[in-house]
């Protein structure tokens, strides 16, 4: 065979190799189907943790990120690296992650992943964050609750005692957090230095406690005597929230013995409670 037929045959041999190669197949990326995994347009509470979840295939995939940004800001993301996945075929390939947002809105998630080739595949879908019921009641309250009411005394051989009493200023410091359910808070209530626990239900911007039975002690004039009482009282109290002042209305009622040297007897109040707290 002549030197140039040699020569044209290794040419078209070589154009026969190069024209059986395959080009690079561009991965694919799909989201995670299945209970506890987000979907497009779920809706969510801002704060609730969420799972993202993509399942991916490809040649030798190198990475996944996950992005999660609103209106063009980034809120959060993740990167996954999976280059130790070389399997061929290749099977799908697994990436999840959790996120906690504090959002309100629509917030847009974007999984990539990219091959060894730097072919990649993106997948977009949108969620919606919604403002928790009682997250407006979050946070921590001072002011004054305004006391109006009776207090009376009774004891064997005195005579009895009514006191009226008009907005007496009593100052109170109110913590409230989540509660189990998004529309219950908890919290912790000082009144005039005693400590309550305190659970109550949002609906709308107004906030309804369960009644709380505490043991008030303080000093009671009684016909020149001043007689330290504990009493039982109950609170039931509402709350109405505009911007950032908790107006209260509610009751308090209570009763108690008197046990004074050879003076006994009975002491009770009966009012109503007002007044406003300033979220600090």
Avoid: W
């Avoid at 799908?92 to 072919?119: M, R």
């Amino acid at each position: 065979m002549k030197k140039s037929t040699l020569f044209l045959a290794c040419c078209i041999g070589l154009m026969l190799f190069a024209s059986c190669k395959k080009d690079p197949v561009a991965p694919t990326i799909i989201l995670i189907q299945g209970e506890g995994y987000l979907t497009e347009n779920a809706q969510v509470y801002s704060g609730d943790e969420i799972m993202v979840g993509f399942s991916c295939t490809g040649e030798s995939l190198t990475k996944i990120e996950i992005v999660l940004s609103q209106n063009g800001t980034i809120l959060d993301s993740y990167t996954e690296d999976c280059t130790s996945q070389k399997n061929e075929p290749v099977p799908p390939y697994h990436c999840e992650h959790s996120f906690t947002i504090e959002a309100i809105g629509t917030v847009n998630i974007k999984g990539t992943v990219t091959d060894v080739n730097g072919l990649t595949a993106s997948k977009n879908f949108d969620i919606h964050f919604n403002e928790k019921p009682n997250a407006k009641f979050i946070g921590h309250y001072e002011g004054d609750a305004l006391f109006t009411g009776i207090m009376k005394a009774e004891v064997t051989g005195l005579d009895p005692v009514e006191q009226e009493v008009t907005d007496r200023a009593v100052p109170v410091i109110l913590e409230l957090r989540d509660g189990e359910t998004m529309t219950d808070v908890i919290g912790n209530c000082k009144i005039n230095d005693q400590d309550m626990e305190l659970k109550g239900t949002v609906e709308g911007n107004k906030v309804t406690f369960e009644a709380v039975n505490t043991t008030v002690s303080y000093n009671y004039e009684m016909n020149g005597f001043n007689i330290p009482l504990e009493m039982n009282v109950t609170y039931a109290v509402a709350g109405t929230l505009e911007n950032k002042t908790l107006t209260l209305n509610g009751t308090c009622n209570g009763e108690g013995e008197i046990h004074l040297l050879i003076y006994n007897g009975t002491t009770s109040i009966d009012g109503t409670i007002g007044g406003s707290l300033e979220k600090q």
